[in-house]
Nanobody, 124 residues
Framework: QVELVESGGGSVQAGGSLRLSCAASGGTFGTLRMAWFRQGLGKEREFVAVITWAVGWTYYADSVKGRFTISRDNAKNTVYLQMNSLKPEDTAVYYC?????????????????WGQGIQVTVSS
């Protein structure tokens, strides 16, 4: 059982930056795949970014590519999402997710473990 705890959300003006953290505990991390999803008000949960724990392979949604960076610190068992050049449309609850499946990385169903979610609000 993997437990995920997010931190670092908040409010920022457009063009600003925030860094989200996701602390993982329990389970084994060698084959774990970690991702960030987000869900805006009245919208479906959407994929943001993914990283594999072992080799650090990453992939991003087109909407955040070039602005967001996902990374991990193996010593701290923590995954980060650095968000730069934030836009109002980035406003959402952001969720950290983890899983051991090897299927389609952008589908929420591929992940078994979820954090509680953290609010990010970007004002214009």
């Amino acid at each position: 059982q993997v437990e995920l705890v997010e931190s670092g959300g908040g409010s920022v003006q457009a063009g600003g930056s925030l860094r989200l953290s996701c602390a993982a505990s329990g389970g084994t991390f060698g084959t774990l795949r970690m991702a960030w999803f987000r869900q805006g008000l009245g919208k479906e949960r959407e994929f943001v970014a993914v990283i594999t724990w072992a080799v650090g392979w990453t992939y991003y949604a087109d909407s955040v590519k070039g602005r967001f960076t996902i990374s991990r610190d193996n010593a701290k068992n923590t995954v980060y999402l650095q968000m730069n050049s934030l836009k109002p449309e980035d406003t959402a609850v952001y969720y950290c997710a983890g899983g051991y499946k090897s299927g389609t990385y952008y589908r929420p169903g591929e992940y078994d473990y979820w954090g509680q979610g953290i609010q990010v609000t970007v004002s214009s």
